[in-house]
Nanobody
Framework: QVQLVESGGGLVQAGGSLGLSCAAI????????FGWYRQAPGKQREMVAT???????NYAVSVKGRFTISRDNAKNTAYLQMNDLRPEDTGVYYC??????WGPGTQVTVSS
């Protein structure tokens, strides 16, 4: 059974940095596209960043220039480097992999 396993996250002060990783386990097939999504309390889940197998990236306007998504196809793993974090970046961050795979989520809290 294919699973996405996230790591990273935690508590950081505004202006700080955090890194997330997402490993696909239980499969020899390379995940075609990875994505990071987040959900703040009382809000809908929103796309943060996506990356295709070829490395083409897409970012939400709110994180562009601060966050970087990357991947290592040899490890079937995606990463999200988050810099200059703001309190509004607080939420549960979910990794997604095509097709229809979701990780359990990891909490990111940015204090002001």
């Amino acid at each position: 059974q294919v699973q996405l396993v996230e790591s990273g996250g935690g508590l950081v002060q505004a202006g700080g940095s955090l890194g997330l990783s997402c490993a696909a386990i239980g499969t020899d097939n390379i995940i075609n596209a990875f994505g990071w999504y987040r959900q703040a309390p009382g809000k809908q889940r929103e796309m943060v960043a996506t990356i295709t197998f070829a490395g083409i990236t897409n970012y939400a306007v709110s994180v562009k220039g601060r966050f970087t998504i990357s991947r290592d196809n040899a490890k079937n793993t995606a990463y999200l480097q988050m810099n200059d974090l703001r309190p509004e970046d607080t939420g549960v961050y979910y990794c997604a992999g095509s097709p229809n795979l979701w990780g359990p989520g990891t909490q990111v809290t940015v204090s002001s």
